[in-house]
């Protein structure tokens, strides 16, 4: 068989990486993974026989003296055809955690290093395997909540986001370059945008990037989630909302008022979106240390929250200390009220979207659909995840950045030089999402979030 010519990745590096890639604690499988290059001598060293590129075999693992530390299956990925763009040696043996870590150390001992967090997706970046907002998206997929956000990390890991990332830039470079051309001939006294029809195909991207933005805003709903902190004076239900909304028992109920002195936290999947709901201490004027300590956090958390559930027990009505608790709210928070306890009324479950309002009754369950669809539309998710893109807050601000660039641009239509400018200055924005002008500070700390062994 004709060996495989030796390749040399992009990457100008001299080091092999090694980390345990499987999930920590005992399983039926555990995998070492191997980046660097020219790893046949080190493979050698652990298998028995340099395994065939690509094809999984049976091999023991074994130490410095020769004795076997496990018996499994290892796989050889040459350059530049692997995850990393280098060559990849994954020995997968049995899941436990001494064994790993033994095998792990004989790799050490054979002059691998062990890998920072995200070093492996990071060399297949700067490899060109993936370009960087690709490189997020492994990271997405792995921190997927729900379905719907596993499923749009997959797009975004395919590369449909990037898609449309470049076919914006490409569409400005065509603008920039007939807008530069221009510029050479500053004799002609013609108005070059009517000339070109540069006005017009400013307005077409600048179109095609809100659709873009859109898109992105629900992508970053599904990636981050909600953070909804339920709120209220003591004994309104607020634990019963957040049980029968997860749909277990994650919050002590009892009729003492007060129960409640720290936040509990639940993950919920509302309609494909990921909400962060957080059970709070009641709020009230308290003089036990411990409760006010409670109340502080409360206060906290709906500084940091998305939304707030105001609940109020409709049996009593909305009374001055509720009033008092909707006028403390911060004025960008979006409020629902919820008008808990109908089941003591015998009313019907209702929601008023002009007053922000649900009756339901979480005891039995009734309107909690309603609550659903209210904190959807309030949260502005369409509930469709198709065409969706896995955004980042950094991914949204520079597409902000580029819009307000188009913006400046398009105020700038008589002066040639300003306009050309700002279009560069787009062109810069938009690169930064996909990696292609990027700084080291920032690729250190997107990595740096991944976790060890990706």
Known sequence: MKPEPVYSPP??????IAAIATAPGRGGIG????????????????VDKMPRPRHAGLADFRDSHGGTIDQGVALFFPAPHSYTGEDVLELQGHGGPVVLQLLLKRCLELGARIAEPGEFTKRAFLNDKLDLAQAESV?????ATTVQAARCAVRSLQGVFSKRIQELTLALI????LVEATLDFPEEEIDFLKHSDATDRLRVLQRQLQAVLQASQQGSLLREGMHIVLAGQPNVGKSSLLNRMAGEEVAIVTDIPGTTRDAIRQILDIEGMPAHMIDTAGLRDSVDPVEKVGIA???AAIEKADMV???????????????EILKRLPARLPCLRVMNKIDLLQRDPAADALKATVWLSAKTGAGIDLLRKAVRDAAGW???EEGLYMARERHLQALRQAGACLERAAEHGRNPELF???????HVALAAITGEFSADDLLGEIFSRFCIGK
Request: with cysteine; net charge negative.
């Open 11 to 16: 990457m100008a590096v001299s080091d092999i």
């Open 31 to 46: 995998v070492v993974r191997i980046s660097g290059p020219k790893l046949a001598d080190l493979a050698r060293q652990i």
């Open 139 to 143: 990271a997405d997929l792995i921190d």
């Open 174 to 177: 065509e603008l920039r370059a």
């Open 297 to 299: 956090r409360t206060w």
């Open 309 to 323: 559930l105001l609940l109020i027990d409709a049996e009593r009505g909305e009374m001055a200390e509720d009033r």
């Open 382 to 384: 369409c509930g469709a």
């Open 420 to 426: 050309a400018e700002e279009l560069r200055l787009a």
